[in-house]
Nanobody
């Protein structure tokens, strides 16, 4: 199983950015993909996740509204659309895969996710 993020970069406050998570090596319908982020000096926190069998999405309360997760089965890719970005959104963003069932999406407990990408830096300037 492999997942890899792309699309990070520098954006001005109020702007938008879309991250991609290319996923491979597993049966699509049996897995979920979660998005997490970690800012300097802070703990990793969950953004949200998608269950790939039915594209149902879940978000942590603080992320709901400005972040949107979607999945494209044909491209084996999950996206994180981020709008109205703020400087406090600056972080390394990770996608992670988990075989759903008794753990993982909708749970956003990071240790339940088995396979992680290398992370994508997102920097929001004020």
């Amino acid at each position: 199983v492999q997942v890899a993020e792309s699309g990070g970069g520098l954006v001005q406050s109020g702007g938008s950015l879309r991250l991609s998570c290319a996923a491979s090596g597993f049966t699509w319908a049996y897995y979920g993909i979660g998005w997490f982020r970690q800012a300097p000096g802070k703990e990793r926190e969950g953004v949200g996740c998608v269950k790939l069998n039915d594209d149902s999405t879940y978000y942590t309360d603080s992320m709901r509204g400005r972040f949107t997760i979607s999945a494209d089965r044909a491209k084996n890719t999950v996206y994180l659309q981020m709008d109205s970005l703020r400087p406090e959104d600056t972080a390394v963003y990770y996608c992670a895969a988990v075989r759903t069932g008794h753990r993982g999406c909708p749970s956003m407990v990071s240790y339940e996710y088995e396979y992680w990408g290398q992370g994508a830096q997102v920097t929001v300037s004020s």
